[in-house]
């Protein structure tokens, strides 16, 4: 990842332009060609330094329920975990801690019953039997930006 990677990740987090052409927009931004960025932000797809590039919604507005989820997972199944927790749609954060509870993700689902019911495919899927739903009574937004 080089300077103008970071230059990119840094405009797409918080500033993603609506409009026809975003990529366009960003590009003239940068002094870089569509065509560059474009490529750019598949790489880093490719690479797994992004996941997806998309809106980030107030669940409740739209009748949907998000939860906070901890799982302790055996360092030997991190990654087979994390994949299978992030074909899920509905999960927007998954990441390591430092902790027994070491693999956190969130998710967000029209109703608590679907996620349980995904959280109980997830355990059958990798045999991670310890994952922890801590559903989300009060929301507080926080802007995450990782400077670059």
């Known amino acids: ?7 990119i990740l840094n405009r797409i987090q918080s500033d993603f332009p609506i409009t026809t052409r975003p990529f366009k927009s960003i590009a003239e931004a940068l002094n870089l060609t569509e065509h560059e960025v474009i490529k750019r932000i598949q790489q880093l797809k490719e690479n797994a330094i992004i ?6 919604f107030v669940p409740e507005k739209l009748g949907f329920v998000s939860t906070l989820c901890a799982a302790k997972v ?12 992030n074909r899920y749609p509905g999960v927007t954060h998954n990441y390591q801690r430092d902790n027994k509870f070491n693999i956190w993700f969130t998710f967000i689902a029209p109703s608590m019953e679907e996620i349980k019911e995904s959280l109980k495919e997830i355990t059958q899927q990798t ?3 310890e994952i922890i739903n801590l559903p989300a009574t009060k929301v507080y937004k926080i ?3 990782f400077d670059l």
């Open 51 to 56: 996941r997806r590039i998309g809106g980030n």
């Open 143 to 145: 802007k995450a930006h």
């Open 127 to 129: 045999g991670v039997n």
């Open 1 to 7: 990842m080089d300077k103008t990677d970071k230059l």
């Open 74 to 85: 055996p360092t030997d199944k991190i990654d087979m975990f994390a994949k299978a927790v």
